[in-house]
């Protein structure tokens, strides 16, 4: 049974689902940042996914990346799975711009992670889940 890593959870926001990932708002409103989990038990890699899972995981990950930056206006789009840290697969979307906190550098370490303030949050879960519509998104394989 899949679970997510209690340090996701902790660090971030539920804010949906496509059919393989979990969407999870990071709690840093810095920077909007989307975090993927796929929902299958045991893995940290990517090549630990079968092949459908993993194409799948392509066209979720592409699907985030062009909707974030078109709803927030991007210069660049951050994407990352490290797993240093936290080992269960996760993949960031971090939508960067030349005049963020920290443009042009990588965004861990930094600038400390700024909280949301309720009225925000609210606000930024709106924009991401009307982005993040899954009408015209490719089905699950």
């Known amino acids: 049974m899949f679970e997510l890593d209690y340090r996701l959870e902790n660090d971030c926001v539920d804010i949906g689902s496509l059919p393989l990932c979990r969407i999870l708002l ?3 409103a810095n920077y909007p940042w989307i975090i993927l989990v796929p ?3 045991n893995i940290s890699e990517i090549f630990q996914l079968d092949l459908d899972s993993q194409e799948q995981l392509i066209w979720e990950s592409s699907f985030v990346a062009e909707r974030l930056m078109s709803a927030f206006d991007g210069d660049k789009m951050n994407i990352a799975a ?9 993949i960031h979307h971090v939508v960067r711009r030349e005049d963020d906190a920290a443009w042009p550098n990588p965004v861990w370490g930094a ?3 700024k909280a949301y303030q ?3 949050l609210d606000q ?3 924009v991401l889940r009307e982005a993040l519509q899954t009408s015209t998104f490719k089905p699950a394989v």
């Not at 490290?82 to 996760?90: D, E, I, M, S």
């Open 118 to 120: 309720a009225a925000e």
């Open 82 to 90: 490290l797993g240093n840290v936290v080992p269960q697969l996760h």
């Open 39 to 41: 929902q299958r038990e």
């Open 124 to 126: 930024r879960i709106r």
């Open 111 to 113: 600038v400390p992670p």
């Open 26 to 28: 990071m709690k840093d």
